[in-house]
């Protein structure tokens, strides 16, 4: 399995950013996908995941701000990330579990104005 993640860039507080990750291979195997984010000095942290069914899962510091979502047929998850804050700021990496799970290349967001 293959991650094609895109959609990083800069944006003001308050602002919108979209991410994508696009999977490639035998994703027929994948389960979960979703996004885990590292910032600066400090430790991965799981983002959003989401199941075959469409079943998410949020971090408390996203719930109502961000929307996962994923098209089986394209084998991609979209994390739409609304009312963006400093504190957002990351690398952030999409993820797709199978036996094992497979990493994208990350994506850096930042939040400032």
């Known amino acids: 399995v293959q991650l094609q993640a895109c959609g990083g860039g800069l944006v003001q507080p308050g602002g919108s950013l979209r991410l994508s990750c696009a999977a490639s291979?035998?994703?027929?195997?994948?389960?979960?996908m979703g996004w885990y984010r590292q910032a600066p000095e400090k430790q991965r942290e799981l983002v959003a995941t989401?199941?075959?069914?469409?079943?998410?899962n949020y971090a408390d510091s996203v719930k109502g701000r961000f929307t996962l979502s994923r098209d089986n047929a394209k084998n991609t998850v979209y994390l739409q990330m609304n009312s963006l804050k400093p504190e957002d700021t990351a690398v952030y990496f999409c993820?797709?579990?199978?036996?094992?799970?497979?990493w994208g290349k990350g994506t850096q967001v930042t939040v400032s104005s």
């Open positions: 993820f797709a579990n199978t036996a094992v799970n497979y």
């Open positions: 989401i199941n075959r069914g469409g079943r998410t």
């Open positions: 291979g035998i994703t027929r195997s994948i389960n979960d």
